[in-house]
Nanobody
């Protein structure tokens, strides 16, 4: 079965950096659009970044553009989220998601059929 396992979360001070990883198994990774979403307490889950199957095309939300960068390594079946200049408002559970039905990156969570369990990121001020 499809499994997405996130890692790399933790506690960091404002201005610091973290790199999240999401290891995928049970699917042909290179044929899936991948994305990162996040959900803060009492808030809806929101799109953070997405990457096309080849990695050539990416999309980042306005709130993280210029600070976060999504990338993927199809040989390792892994997608990454490099997070720099972290702010307290970035505190959330971060989820990776996979979509095998479309070619383009989408920002709607309903596009993504598979989800990881999430990893907590906490940014202290």
């Amino acid at each position: 079965q499809v499994q997405l396992v996130e890692s790399g979360g933790g506690l960091v001070q404002a201005g610091g950096s973290l790199r999240l990883s999401c290891a995928a198994s049970g699917l042909t990774f290179s044929t899936y659009v991948m994305a990162w979403f996040r959900q803060a307490p009492r808030k809806k889950r929101e799109f953070v970044a997405g990457i096309s199957r080849s990695g050539f095309s990416t999309d980042h939300s306005d709130s993280v553009k210029g600070r976060f960068a999504i990338s993927r390594d199809n040989a390792k079946n892994t997608v990454y989220l490099q997070m720099n200049s972290l702010k307290p408002e970035d505190t959330a559970v971060y989820f990776c998601a996979a979509d095998g039905s479309r070619r383009l990156v989408g920002r709607s969570e309903y596009q993504y059929a598979y989800w990881g369990q999430g990893t907590q990121v906490t940014v202290s001020s």
